[in-house]
């Protein structure tokens, strides 16, 4: 078992560093949004590993709530850059369009 924890913990350590590396490269907004969202989910399966390694319960009203803020931050920042972005063919509609 410890060598699959020990697995797990190298395989997450690489996806939060390429993830960093995303977080500060870009080159656009959404990139860095899409990057903050998986390393929100990747510090969750961490969470979840470390509590199926503990059998401890605990965790799992922390990691609902960690998946809610990701899902309503998620929605919050795709808004965000649809009424901030223009049209696509150039022409400003609106609010209403």
Not at 22 to 48: C, F, T, W, Y
Not at 65 to 86: E, N
Request: aromatic share 4%; net charge negative; glycine share 8%.
């Amino acid at each position: 078992m410890t060598a699959v924890l020990v697995a797990v913990a190298a395989v997450l350590s690489l996806a939060a560093a390429c993830t960093l590396v995303r977080i500060v490269r870009g080159p656009s907004m959404l990139d860095r949004a899409m990057a903050l969202d998986v390393l929100l989910a990747v510090i969750m399966a961490g969470l979840g590993a470390s509590a199926v390694a503990d059998g401890d319960t605990w965790v799992m009203p922390t990691l609902l709530a960690l998946s809610l803020l990701a899902f309503v931050g998620s929605v919050a920042v795709a808004r965000f850059l649809t009424h901030r972005a223009p049209p696509p063919d150039g022409t400003d509609r609106g609010a209403d369009a």
